[in-house]
């Protein structure tokens, strides 16, 4: 993909890069070892454009019906922007989460995975895939619990044949978010994972701390949201 060069600059995403390139160094890694997903719900096309125009490429809805309004349209003045699912994902969303999605975060459970493969050899569509893990084990959180993720992961790849890349997490909002970064990243490594998706507008710089290869920021970049996604 090749970048295209930015013609304005867009305050809130030239922040979050610039705090973005300096967790990376301060953690020894190189620039462009985290990709960050801006996470675009709550907002309208007309907030999404100025940060395309400023250079950004990769976009995060956790709802496939609100990006399904947005994207297409989006799509059409700017072919190389990619969306991400990042939202809990219903069975009968899978359809048009993978016709729509460059990469859906949030596979954790085998009624899904199965719906997933299905869907995918029938569209001849391949997301990326990742797993959500819901290490603080919080009972209205979705996810595989850490201690069924070894299976779950084996499940995936065995029964359905998906080719999981990485691990998702959000940290419950009152806990010491590195102690569940440093579970994903364990979970991942002795499964052979190379992508973490972790940390959020509060604990980016963190996650990245951590070994994050993407990041989700949604506020820090678009603002306050009016309304719960
Ligand atoms: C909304 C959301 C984000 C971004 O949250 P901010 O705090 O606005 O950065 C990240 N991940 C998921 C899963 C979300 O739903």
Do not use: W
Request: proline share 7%; hydrophobic share 40%; glycine share 8%.
């Amino acid at each position: 993909m090749t970048p295209t060069a930015p013609s304005i600059s867009h305050k809130g995403l030239a922040e979050v890069v610039a705090r973005m390139d300096k967790a990376l160094k301060e953690a020894g890694r190189k620039p462009g070892d985290a990709r960050l997903i801006a996470v675009s719900k709550t907002f309208g096309i007309d907030s999404i454009i100025p940060v395309i125009e400023a250079g950004q490429r990769i976009f995060g809805e956790n709802r496939v019906q609100e990006a399904k309004s947005k994207f297409p349209e989006l799509r059409e003045r700017y072919p190389d922007i990619q969306l991400h699912i990042i939202g809990p994902l219903q069975t009968n969303k899978v359809k048009e989460a993978v016709a729509l999605a460059d990469a859906i975060h949030t596979v954790d459970r085998p009624k899904l995975a199965a719906e997933l493969a299905r869907e995918i050899q029938k569209q001849g569509r391949h997301p990326q895939l990742f797993v959500q893990v819901n290490t603080g084990a919080e009972p209205q959180k979705a996810g595989v619990l850490p201690e069924e993720t070894d299976a779950f992961l084996e499940s995936c790849r065995k029964e359905h044949g998906l080719n999981i890349i990485g691990l998702m997490c959000i940290p419950p909002v009152d806990e010491e978010p590195a102690l569940h970064f440093a579970l994903l990243e364990k979970i991942a490594k002795r499964n052979g994972l190379t992508e973490l998706s972790m940390g959020m507008s509060g604990d980016f710089e963190t996650a990245i701390a951590f070994g994050a290869t993407y990041v989700r920021v949604g506020s820090a970049i678009f603002g306050h949201r009016d309304y719960p996604a």
